[in-house]
T-cell receptor
């Protein structure tokens, strides 16, 4: 089966760095996605990792360890507009679909 | 130049009614999906279609019937609506049917069943 775990809520300060963790269990693993979802809006793509290591994209970075079934999303120089839910999703070759975690709601405070 | 569009954005209806949600993508993608996001924010796959062919049907009651007239459209018809159907329904598309491809989401349809 598929199982994705991530913290429900996090709070951080504007300008700081925050790391959102995600652990997954899935058969036929085919990569790990991070999506951002602002309240009342659609999820939007942030990153995709299929190989171990760190992928950097501006203020956002995502890390994957396949052997540990673990990923994190790192947000640097936090801005108020980064307040949103961050969804971790695992892809699998069998179902050819994404399994999403429940999302981590990040609140950025002044 | 909207990529994935859905109508309506809001739908309020009585229990027992039948309703439809429409989805269109202008990205030239082969694969389209329907997701349900409940009050706890879990985003769960319901259906996926690839070139008008049903690929995934995830333990969804048969009151829900997707229809894909062409690969740019995937509509969702719901019969005999129940209170538990209240949720936000998202349509999405990807270039083709491969788990490692980015999915593009529509704006969502908030369904409220009274």
């Amino acid at each position: 089966g598929q199982n994705i775990d991530q913290p429900t809520e996090m709070t951080a300060t504007e300008g700081a760095i925050v790391q959102i963790n995600c652990t997954y269990q899935t058969s036929g693993f085919n990569g790990l996605f991070w999506y951002q979802q602002h309240a009342g809006e659609a999820p939007t793509f942030l990153s995709y990792n299929v190989l171990d290591g760190l992928e950097e994209k501006g203020r956002f970075s995502s890390f994957l360890s396949r052997s540990k079934g673990y990923s994190y999303l790192l947000l640097k120089e936090l801005q108020m507009k980064d307040s949103a839910s961050y969804l971790c999703a695992a892809a699998d070759t069998g179902r050819r679909a994404l399994t999403f975690g429940s999302g981590t709601r990040l609140q950025v405070q002044p | 130049d909207t990529a994935v569009s859905q109508t309506p954005k809001y739908l309020v209806t009585q229990m027992g009614n039948d309703k439809s949600i429409k989805c269109e993508q202008n990205l030239g993608h082969d694969t389209m999906y329907w997701y349900k996001q409940d009050s706890k924010k879990f985003l769960k796959i319901m259906f996926s279609y690839n070139n008008k062919e049903l690929i995934i049907n995830e333990t969804v009651p048969n009151r829900f019937s997707p229809k894909s007239p062409d690969k740019a459209h995937l509509n969702l018809h719901i019969n005999s609506l129940e209170l538990g159907d209240s949720a936000v329904y998202f349509c999405a598309s990807s270039q083709r049917l491969a788990g490692g491809l980015e999915q593009f989401f529509g704006p969502g349809t908030r369904l409220t069943v009274l």
